[in-house]
């Protein structure tokens, strides 16, 4: 089995190390990721500047673009071969609810899944990578689980339909983890107040102010799951379309007219 990691805080961040340590003694893992931090930068890539590819003393690979730019380029011709599975992580702090829209780590991941790969993102609930060698322990376990389920194609070679997972596991001793819930995404309330400073020259610069606390925390989000001591499990899809509300605007596109061909 090959598991190709990535991430958004970096080649060198703390939680792509510990993952890379869980994840070793599983399969052949081979780390692909950012040169510099690259959070919130969602399923961005690079297209109007070249990205070069250099390997850490650590034996990682590092590329000087984004998380989804890093998986990319290692499924259309880096690698050499097809991983069996992708992982982004383990990320400093949360992406739920509204995260996931805005994160590099799921981007990460979400790229794989693209490709038609099975993918995890992993992230920890809160910033400052305490805990980080049980939110390893975790993510081995998960992976450990799911890995017999990615070999087992049908009887022509196919392989199983792939899969997103957004994991977030709670900054807590291993004994205060209660085990996986599997949770929907919650919301969050509307980002802080944007953050002004003025620069040596007199202009004005906008900060992003920080992410709005949960909004919707209720039972069986992720928000509720990972307060209660549980690691979440949330299965995203890329689908963005409204569903429900489809035949609502049908009549609208009808008023307007069929338009001339």
């Not at 794989?112 to 809160?126: K, M, V, W």
């Not at 291993?174 to 599997?182: D, N, P, S, T, Y």
């Not at 990972?226 to 499990?233: C, D, E, L, R």
């Amino acid at each position: 089995m090959k598991i190709l990691i990535s991430n958004d805080d970096g080649y060198q961040a703390p939680g792509i190390v510990a993952l890379y340590e869980a994840l070793k003694g599983l399969a052949d893992v081979e780390v692909v990721a950012p040169e510099h931090n690259n959070s919130a930068k969602s399923n961005a890539l690079t297209l109007h500047s070249p990205l070069y590819v250099h390997r850490a003393s650590n034996g990682f690979r590092y590329v000087n673009g984004t998380p989804a730019d890093c998986v990319h380029i290692a499924l259309t011709g880096l690698l050499g071969y097809r991983p069996d599975l992708v992982v982004s992580g383990i990320n400093n702090g949360a992406n739920m609810g509204d995260d996931t829209i805005y994160s590099g780590t799921v981007g990460a991941a979400m790229e794989g899944y693209l490709f038609g790969i099975p993918a995890i993102a992993f992230s920890q609930t809160e910033r400052g990578w305490a805990h980080l060698d049980v939110a390893g322990q975790k993510a081995a376990e998960l992976v450990r689980h799911l890995l017999p389920t990615l070999s087992s194609g049908d009887d022509a070679g196919r392989r199983p339909a792939p899969w997103l997972l957004n994991v977030n596991i709670p900054c807590r001793p291993a004994e205060q983890i209660r085990g996986f819930k599997v949770a929907r995404l919650g919301r969050r309330h509307a980002a802080e107040q944007v953050i002004t400073q003025t620069n040596p020259r007199g202009e004005t610069m906008y900060w992003i102010g920080s992410a709005g606390p949960a909004k919707d925390d209720a039972e069986g989000t992720d928000f509720h799951a990972t307060a209660q001591g549980f690691a979440s499990i949330t299965p995203l899809q890329v689908d963005l379309t409204d569903h429900e509300r489809l035949a609502y605007w049908v009549p609208t596109a009808a008023a307007m007219g069929a338009g001339t061909p």
